[in-house]
């Protein structure tokens, strides 16, 4: 194991790289953490997938064990239940327990990769460095090839222990892929999902039940709307990309505007920018990966999604990425070498992960095909929310 002081690199400042980084500063070891994106507190930039996110008592633990849970939690909407809306009818709220200590949070993700990056940096030991896009990493000797986005340069930084937190379509696990042994898997999704929004109401008032998650069953589609901080709600549209009713088939306005008249009819007097929002915004895409090993010797190691992306149908891939930086916490407490942390690591982490990332997608197959039953869909999520 290195000593304290020694250098260490984190590729991708996301919500897991900035977790790990402020974990491993809190061991003393500095952190040099290369972002391919600007430096969101500085530029209005898009951050990717999903508005806000459910954090749940893994994820809130890791934040716990650095003392940034009660901070984040001020900025969180407790979701105590689950609203249900159908076609026609009245709303049927789901309490998620006995009382309302048993909630999962809706918490801006922007806001949360800020403020974890912040926190690294204020441990004095992490710097990251902005639009630095990992091209190539030599795992033999960790040593990478970076692009820089602003000048178009690339370089070579020089080998250190290496982690690889850059997402599912992380460069670091490709790197790996040319390791003799590596295996990875990717499944895209047979759905995609859209993003859309409903404004707060006068005053910032919250059009729906602030304190729900609002779900939309449907069937082989659904909506659901997590509230946000300023009194608005982000709904995401989960559809299939092909068929019958899908974002292939919803090509026009009229049949837009339609489907939504018919299924979500609360929901669309609630948008005001529907049509313009739903041709305008991306359409975002879904995938498990999973990867065996999650690690080369005692160079490198792959966490979050990097090493387990999952569906979002538990709201666990976070939850999940922020247990990998725990776990790995608790492992540098015992002073093995890299070799071992990273070995029990992986043994300690790989079959969960990949046991969530199956669940999650049982669960939405569950739901796409027994019509009749969307709520098993959500009381599972809950349980494991
Ligand atoms: P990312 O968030 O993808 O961050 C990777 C970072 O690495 C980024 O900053 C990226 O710019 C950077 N990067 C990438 N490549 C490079 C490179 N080559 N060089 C340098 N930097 C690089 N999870 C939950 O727990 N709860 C939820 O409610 C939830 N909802 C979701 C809803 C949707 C629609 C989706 C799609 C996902 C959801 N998730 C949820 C999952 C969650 O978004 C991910 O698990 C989480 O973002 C993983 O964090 P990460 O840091 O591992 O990866």
């Known amino acids: 194991m290195g000593e304290r002081n020694e250098a260490v690199t984190v590729v991708g400042a996301g919500l897991v790289g900035s977790l790990l980084s402020v974990f491993l500063a809190r061991r003393g070891y500095s952190v040099e953490v290369l972002e391919r994106r600007p430096d969101m507190r500085r530029e209005v930039i898009d951050a990717g997938r999903s508005i806000n996110l459910a954090i749940s008592t893994r994820g809130l633990y890791a934040l716990r064990q650095v003392g940034l849970e009660e901070e984040a939690l001020k900025h969180a909407i407790p979701m105590r239940g689950r609203m249900i809306h159908p076609p026609k009818g009245a709303l049927a709220y789901q309490p998620y327990g006995k009382d ?6 809706s918490l801006a993700r922007a806001w949360l990769n800020k403020f974890l990056m912040s926190a690294a940096e204020a441990t004095g030991k992490v710097r990251i460095r902005f639009n630095q896009r990992v091209t190539q990493a030599d795992l033999a000797t960790g040593s990478l090839t970076v692009l820089d986005e602003a000048s178009g340069q690339e370089r070579q930084e020089a080998g250190r222990v290496l982690f690889g937190t850059d997402g599912s379509g992380s460069a670091v696990r490709q790197a790996m892929e040319q390791v003799p042994g590596f295996a990875a898997t990717q499944e895209q999704l047979g759905h995609g ?8 109401g006068p005053g910032g008032a919250f059009q729906m039940e602030k304190h ?20 608005s709600f982000t709904c995401t ?8 009713v899908s974002f292939e088939s ?3 306005p009229a049949k837009l505007e339609a489907f939504f008249e018919e299924q979500f009819p609360d929901a669309k007097a609630l948008i005001p920018d529907l049509t313009e929002a739903f041709f305008a915004r991306p359409t975002g895409g879904m995938v498990t990966v999973k990867c065996a090993p999650w690690r080369v010797g005692d160079k490198a190691l792959v966490l979050g999604d990097a090493a387990h992306a999952i569906v979002p149908f538990f709201g666990q891939g976070m939850n999940c990425g922020f247990e990998d930086c725990t776990v790995l916490d608790g492992l540098l407490e015992q002073h093995g070498t890299w070799a071992d942390v990273f070995g029990t690591l992986e043994r300690l982490r790989k ?8 669940m999650a997608v049982e669960n939405f197959v569950e739901m796409r095909d027994s019509t009749g039953s969307p709520r098993f869909l959500l009381e599972k999520a809950v349980e494991k929310a």
């Not at 309302?100 to 949070?105: A, E, P, R």
Request: aromatic share 10%.
């Open 193 to 200: 999902y859209k993003e859309l929004t409903i404004p707060a």
């Open 237 to 244: 549209l989960f559809l299939p990309w092909k068929g019958p």
């Open 100 to 105: 309302d200590s048993q909630h999962i949070n």
């Open 351 to 358: 079959t969960n992960a990949d046991a969530i990332a199956d």
């Open 250 to 252: 919803l090509d026009s």
């Open 212 to 231: 729900a998650l609002h779900i939309w069953p449907r069937g082989t589609y659904m909506l659901i709307g997590l509230p946000n901080e300023d009194g």
